[in-house]
């Protein structure tokens, strides 16, 4: 085990992540295998685990080390191939595997990588299991080890992605015939999958980051990067567009203007949507801190009750399961449609969208004026520690003093990433030169006191 994983927690709130090789090695990779099987073996000592990646270099590596993993101490694993992080917890379910296994870094760029585990039940593990693994990792593994034709086995899947591709289709089937629709699928997981189904569905598919060379998801493309896209929605006079991050759990949208759609603008068209077909529960939802005050306010002249999350879909989720509720998500785009996935999803979101936007007869710029965004302004800071920013007093000193001028007409966050050493800082105000002075002003101070 290496050092740099002494003197912090294993998981974050989205898995292991680190750089793959260095901090994410294959010999760590191997270990979280072991210890995922003895932390699920209660009652069966031969857990069965499904395992998906994206397209990075590393995948094959840590997938197999993983594997590895696994099948020394008695456990199966089936490897799916590139698939996208939703699909693993949708097949992890209909394969009736103990656990899912996701090997990717989602957004991040191509150096990195991750793995996260889903229960049986689809949804993601629960705290005490990880630290279960935490320890077992960190510590001694049992004395169970079996030997000779003891130990587990590894099969490599081909059906994988035509099962989800079915389970999509049983989900929604929004008739695309003589529309143009420009995907963006960041050369990640859903490089083949996504154009596949925007064909199934009929409509006329161009088709961007179809080429991954293992180094190049997320690279100036996809979700967090969507200005190529823009331009060709225009370029082909399209309807609309969709991006997809590198594992296809989050989803933002382009308009045939070429204006970005959010998350925050599909999560308010979905559910005025679902709120008129009388399926969206209590007629409520939940947002996160991200969330614009348009968003809240367009929510709030339809009718619809928002309730507020920390950052992540860990916390929607469980606010959503708190509450009973069936539509939750944050403005990243990363979306939860409870009646048909327990956990994001780029393609069930993108699903969603397209049955607003056939049934409605609207385009989607229309859909995205129903929320009236008052000016954010988001910057993202690269420290060194991102937990040091609640320790400075200087940083908390200037956001008081912005949130005494700002007032009621805007508001100020700051918070450290869950997944990478950053410090994003968001401002709100409706006059949108104050609420740029006021971000670059308070990035400026986060980088000289913590950079």
């Known amino acids: 085990m290496r050092d740099t994983v002494e003197g912090r927690r294993l998981f974050g709130t989205d898995g292991i992540r680190g750089i793959a090789n260095l901090e994410l090695t294959p010999e760590l990779a191997m270990r979280v295998g072991s210890a995922a099987v003895e932390a699920l073996a209660c009652g069966n000592p031969h857990p069965f685990l499904v395992i998906g990646r994206d397209t990075r270099i590393s995948g094959t590596m840590l997938e197999s080390a993983l594997a590895a993993g696994i099948c020394s101490r008695g456990g199966r694993a089936e490897c799916l191939g590139i698939i996208p992080t939703p699909a693993v917890a949708y097949l992890t379910r209909r394969k009736g595997a103990d656990a899912g296994v996701v090997i990717s870094a989602s957004h991040n760029p191509a150096r990195d990588n991750g793995i996260k585990f889903f229960h049986h039940s689809g949804y993601k593990l629960p705290d005490e299991i990880e630290w279960t693994i935490e320890s077992l990792v960190r510590g001694e593994m049992g004395d169970g080890r079996p030997d000779g034709d003891r130990v587990g086995c590894v099969c490599h899947t081909g059906d994988a992605e035509a099962l ?16 143009k629709v ?5 050369n990640g997981a859903v490089y083949r999958l996504a154009p596949r189904l925007l064909s199934e569905l009929g409509a006329e598919v161009v088709a961007l980051g179809v080429d991954p060379d293992g180094l190049n998801i997320n690279c100036a493309c996809g979700s967090t990067r969507p200005e190529g896209l823009q331009r060709a929605v225009v370029e082909e006079r399209a309807h609309f567009g969709l991006a997809f991050d590198g594992d296809a759990d989050r989803l933002l949208a382009v ?8 998350g925050d603008v599909i999560m308010a068209a979905c559910a005025i949507h679902m709120k008129a077909e009388g399926i969206l529960k209590k007629n409520a939802l939940v947002a996160t801190v991200m969330s614009n005050l348009g968003f809240h306010r367009a929510m709030r002249r339809e009718g619809i009750e928002v309730h507020v999350a920390s950052v992540g879909d860990r916390f929607v989720l469980e606010r959503m399961l708190e509450l009973d509720l069936n539509l939750g998500g944050e403005q990243s785009g990363h979306i939860i449609f409870a009646d048909h996935a327990t956990t994001g999803d780029g393609l069930v979101t993108a699903l969603q969208l397209m049955k607003v936007i056939t049934e409605s007869g609207e385009s989607l710029s229309s859909l995205g004026g129903m929320v009236e965004r008052v000016p954010q302004v988001l910057i993202n800071v690269k420290v060194r520690d991102r937990s040091a920013l609640e320790h400075s007093r200087e940083v908390s000193r200037a956001r008081r003093d912005w949130e005494e001028r700002l007032s009621d007409q805007g508001r100020v966050l700051l918070r450290p990433s869950g997944t990478e050493p950053l410090v ?15 971000a670059q002003t308070l990035a400026a101070l986060i980088e000289r006191e913590l950079g």
């Open 182 to 186: 420009v995907v963006d699928c960041a």
């Open 255 to 262: 308009d045939e203007t070429g204006a970005l759609v959010d």
């Open 164 to 179: 989800y591709l079915e389970h999509l289709l049983s989900v929604a089937d929004p008739d695309l015939s003589g529309m």
């Open 424 to 438: 994003r800082v968001m401002v709100e105000a409706m006059d949108a030169g104050l609420a740029e002075e006021a």
